[in-house]
């Protein structure tokens, strides 16, 4: 079970090199990635978005999956987009706080 653990953290590190395509950070930062998991070299990722009109999605999921099949051993990745938790500014890691309020922009 740990090795499967470990397994998924390199996912999460693989995607800190996703970027928003509004904000320069990281779909992992901006919350957006609420679980990854791995079976059989299937990652299935569950994510959501700032909003239901977001004009990326495609490209993000695009980029996920992209940046996934780079790893070794995944052959397939899965999107489940879901929005239920809802997406709030709450999910915004400290990083991406203090990246947006350099910006000026307001993240509480």
């Given at each position: 079970m740990q090795d499967v653990k470990q397994e998924v953290k390199r996912y999460w590190e693989a995607l800190k090199e996703?970027?928003?395509?509004?904000?320069?950070?990281?779909?992992v930062d901006m919350g957006l990635i609420y679980e990854i998991e791995e079976t059989d070299a299937v990652v299935s990722v569950t994510m959501t978005y700032t909003a239901v009109s977001c004009a990326c999605m495609e490209w993000i999921e695009a980029d996920i999956k992209k940046r996934l099949l780079q790893e070794p051993g995944v052959r397939e990745v899965q999107i489940h987009v879901v929005w239920n938790p809802p997406w709030t500014v709450d999910r915004l890691s400290p990083e991406a706080r203090e990246r947006m309020k350099?910006?000026?922009?307001s993240a509480r």
């Amino acid at each position: 079970m740990q090795d499967v653990k470990q397994e998924v953290k390199r996912y999460w590190e693989a995607l800190k090199e996703v970027m928003d395509p509004e904000f320069p950070v990281s779909v992992v930062d901006m919350g957006l990635i609420y679980e990854i998991e791995e079976t059989d070299a299937v990652v299935s990722v569950t994510m959501t978005y700032t909003a239901v009109s977001c004009a990326c999605m495609e490209w993000i999921e695009a980029d996920i999956k992209k940046r996934l099949l780079q790893e070794p051993g995944v052959r397939e990745v899965q999107i489940h987009v879901v929005w239920n938790p809802p997406w709030t500014v709450d999910r915004l890691s400290p990083e991406a706080r203090e990246r947006m309020k350099k910006w000026g922009v307001s993240a509480r």
